[in-house]
């Protein structure tokens, strides 16, 4: 019988993004994202830098299993959702990281999204050209 090992699961969200992040603790460090690893899914080398960001503020003394499951929103965007979850994590594990990370502005949730259509314009605020006669 194979055991079920246990993780802690936290939501990164941003924008239109949002990320289920689990965090195992395991022998080796490792870093998958919908199912691929993390250079390969995000390619620059830009974007994994924003999702290794709050561990790299933090440093942890043990070593996690790391699987994400994100969607929605744009791919800086969703890189951000990331940083957002395992910040979450990290706050929990003391009073000094979560400092560190608030300071960092990584527990802020973005919560801009698209404006609503309204009645009679053409966008959300762009109106029809007007016209004299």
Known sequence: MSEKKQYTEKIGRRKTST????LTPSAKMSF??????VK???KTPALT???????????????YEITVMVQGGGIHSQAEAIRHGLAR????AGE?????LKKEG???RDPRSKERRKFGL?????APQWSKR
Do not use: C, Q, W
């Open 19 to 22: 990320s289920r992040v689990r």
């Open 96 to 100: 000094n990281e979560k400092a560190k």
């Open 89 to 92: 994590f990290f706050a929990e």
């Open 40 to 42: 390969e899914y995000f």
């Open 106 to 108: 990584f527990l802020k």
């Open 49 to 63: 830098k924003v999702v290794h960001d709050a561990m790299l503020l933090i440093t942890p003394d043990e070593k």
């Open 122 to 126: 053409k966008k959300a605020r762009k």
């Open 32 to 37: 998958t994202v919908n199912g691929k690893d």
